[in-house]
């Protein structure tokens, strides 16, 4: 596939823990976001129906607390958006499609929810 | 054990195949497209992807390896030529079989085009690259339609600083899915970023690159030649059966009560819904519809579907550029579009799918 295909480049380490405890450690290139992170490497708790657009809910991530400080801050329509997921919203849900990795996010944990539809 | 054939690989088709594994389905799967590219997302290809903001990788819904770890057979080049209801086969071209328990139509729709020649058409990722191409040297872009699809190229292409017309044959922009505040509230909005807007004309101004966007038409052929409903989109009822049982359809290429929507949200929907029908038996679809258009700063979010017979309340501030407008008939809330106030989008998805009365 050379059209979809990406050269090498730089990555920040990001974990996800899947609801029933699976865990998962992925190098995601900077740039893409913690939802292409997990989409891309066959992490099935987030589903991402809209393709990023902040319009559907369906990558629900829960943000290991200690990072929830370090990472930018929501905007007006992610929180707008969480008032609709599937699972229940919590102090550190965020949307993972809103979370675009810098290197500022190596060493990132998420758990995703028990479900996000 | 089932074996379900998928007709179409786009977002409908997509998620049909990738929901019938999330619900447990443990049949056989055969997912056909025509394209020969991984099954991809197109709302980026007139938004972030045509503006250069978001590259190719970012756009399938899934990479390579998700098909085969889910054993989805993803047949890519691949047209279905016909449908043998009687023996419950599809075939095709170059006359390959393939049988199903159950078929998914979701064929899509193709672009309308207009009677001249040279006007570009957007609708795939190969449509996409050669706009993007021809865009950039170009000085002057005429685009005909002032639909979504017109209007989001519109503003890609007066971002990048290009002298842009747009020309639309009804008297307001939008006109068949918005209401006339919103059509207003856009006007002014391209005007005031320099867009050329000319309502009431279908003449096309000579530039260096013409673009349309003047609807699709359903792909409901191959239904049609098996005999079965067919009307502005393959018939469905309720459950997002087509006169046949065996078979459904959804997405673009499908018409329920009448109507045919033209989202991400109604193939996702409907695909989610025949998936878990498939699993676990007969249920109704039921989804709200909701849709999104991003056009220079300005987000639109659209929730219910809009008729020109509802009566249209406004919320918030139309000049500060952050409003919704509220959508009834008599008391209840049918619709909501929400410029810039995500809240009330949000709000307004809930209400529509609980049923609950909006207090203004």
């Known amino acids: 596939m050379p059209l979809f295909g990406k050269k090498a480049q730089e990555t920040a380490s990001v974990t996800y823990i899947s609801d029933a405890g699976a865990v998962t450690r992925v190098d995601v290139p900077l740039g893409d976001s913690v939802m292409e992170g997990a989409i891309k490497n066959g992490i099935d708790g987030i589903v991402a129906e809209c393709g990023g657009a902040c319009m559907c809910a369906t990558c629900h991530v829960y943000v290991d607390p200690s990072w929830l400080d370090r990472l930018p801050p929501m905007q007006e329509d992610e929180n707008a958006m969480l008032e609709s997921t599937a699972s229940p919203r919590h102090a550190n849900s965020r949307l993972s499609c809103q979370l675009r990795v810098t290197s500022d996010f190596d060493g990132l944990v998420v758990t995703t929810p028990p479900t996000q539809q | ?360």
Not at chain 2, 239 to 246: A, Q, V
């Open chain 2, 1 to 360: 054990m089932k074996s379900v054939v998928i007709v179409g690989a786009g977002q409908a088709g997509f998620q049909t195949a990738a929901s019938l594994r999330m619900e447990g389905f443990d049949g056989g799967i055969t997912l056909i497209g025509e394209e020969p590219h991984l099954p991809y997302q197109r709302p980026p290809l007139s938004k972030a992807f045509l503006a250069g903001k978001q590259d190719a990788s970012h756009l399938p819904f899934r990479p390579e390896r998700f098909y085969s770890d889910h054993s989805i057979d993803l047949e890519l080049s691949q047209s279905v030529v016909a449908i043998g209801r009687a023996s419950r086969r599809v075939a095709l071209a170059g006359r390959r079989m393939v049988d199903y328990d159950v078929l998914v139509l979701a064929t899509g729709a193709r672009v309308r085009k207009l009677s001249m020649s040279g006007a570009l058409y957007l609708r795939d990722i190969d449509d996409a690259i050669q706009i993007k191409a021809r865009l950039e040297p170009a000085g002057s872009v005429a685009i005909v339609g002032g639909g979504f699809i017109g209007l989001e190229v519109a503003s890609v292409a007066r971002a990048m600083g290009k002298s842009v017309t747009v020309v639309e044959a009804q008297d307001r922009l939008m006109p068949r899915c918005i209401a006339p505040v919103v059509s207003d509230f856009f006007l002014e909005l391209h005007r005031r970023e320099g867009v050329n807007i000319v309502l009431n004309s279908t003449a096309i101004p000579a530039a260096d690159l013409t673009i349309a966007g003047i609807g699709v038409i359903p792909n409901t052929e191959l239904a049609q030649a098996a005999g079965l409903a067919v009307r502005n989109g393959i018939v469905v009822d309720a459950f997002l059966k087509t006169s046949d049982p065996n078979i459904f359809a959804i997405g673009d290429c499908a018409e329920m009560n009448g109507v045919r929507l033209e989202s991400v949200q109604n193939a996702a929907d409907q695909a989610k819904c025949i998936a878990a029908q498939i699993v676990h038996g007969p249920a109704e679809y039921k989804a709200v519809p909701w849709f999104w258009t991003d056009q220079f700063d300005i987000k639109l979010q659209m929730a219910g579907i809009w008729s020109p017979r509802l009566r249209a309340v406004v919320r918030g501030s139309v000049e500060a550029r952050r409003f919704s407008v509220y959508y009834f008939d008599g008391e209840r809330l049918a619709a909501a579009d929400s410029i810039n106030s995500p809240g009330d989008h949000v709000k307004a998805r809930k209400l529509l799918a609980s049923g609950e009365k909006l207090e203004l």
